[in-house]
């Protein structure tokens, strides 16, 4: 399971670097927010799978519709002039070391 997880990093890394593409400026903060909102679902995974608690489909789930709806939101907000992409960054900003603390303490635990 690990090392599946390393690979899938590996290419992810190898991809993300020969990948030609790049993301044009006025979408760089619903992009940051889909990416926040995608590593807060990592990191609850993580925290899930330390605690016995892990279910595939809760996580699948949770990554896309709370990327998709994070950056729907500051889309909404930035149609009508509030930039609410800067409280999903601190909401998701305050989850993930939520989560990081808790993977902390359960890995000192064992």
Do not use: H
Request: hydrophobic fraction near 60%.
């Amino acid at each position: 399971m690990i090392l599946a997880a390393i690979i899938g990093l590996a290419i992810g890394i190898i991809a993300g670097i020969y990948c030609p593409y790049s993301i044009p400026p006025e979408y760089a903060r619903l992009m940051a927010v889909a990416v926040m909102a995608g590593l807060d679902a990592v990191l609850g995974g993580i925290r899930a799978s330390l605690a016995s608690q892990y279910d595939t489909t809760v996580f699948i789930s949770g990554f896309f519709i709370n990327g998709i709806l994070a950056a729907f939101l500051c889309y909404a907000g930035n149609m009508i002039g509030i930039d609410l992409y800067m409280v999903a960054i601190f909401i998701f900003g305050m989850r993930i070391f939520q989560n990081i603390g808790v993977i902390r303490r359960l890995y000192m635990g064992k």
